[in-house]
């Protein structure tokens, strides 16, 4: 992670965690499935640099294909290997 704040860590780590999990149990449940958008851009701005390295980490799943004027939660969800 190179050099860090604790604070910055957990967000990095943590928070995406609890967000993406967010959408899993939305999903699951059947609630309502939109994410903060502001939220979604910052984790997909920030993501999209390290796509080897998330990929390799095993931590995240293929990429899912989806179309390319799909809103920015979709693409974020489909970055993270999920199938929205």
Request: overall charge negative.
């Amino acid at each position: 992670m190179g050099k860090s704040t604790f604070a910055g860590a957990v967000d990095q780590i943590v928070t995406n965690d609890v967000f993406f999990h967010t959408w899993d149990l939305a999903r699951a449940t059947g609630l309502d499935e939109r994410l903060d958008p502001e939220e979604v851009h910052r984790l997909f701005v920030g993501m999209e640099p390290y796509d080897e390295m998330l990929r390799t980490s095993g931590h995240y799943g293929p990429k899912v294909e989806v179309p390319a004027d799909s809103d920015e939660q979709t693409k974020l969800l489909a970055f993270i290997g999920r199938h929205p």
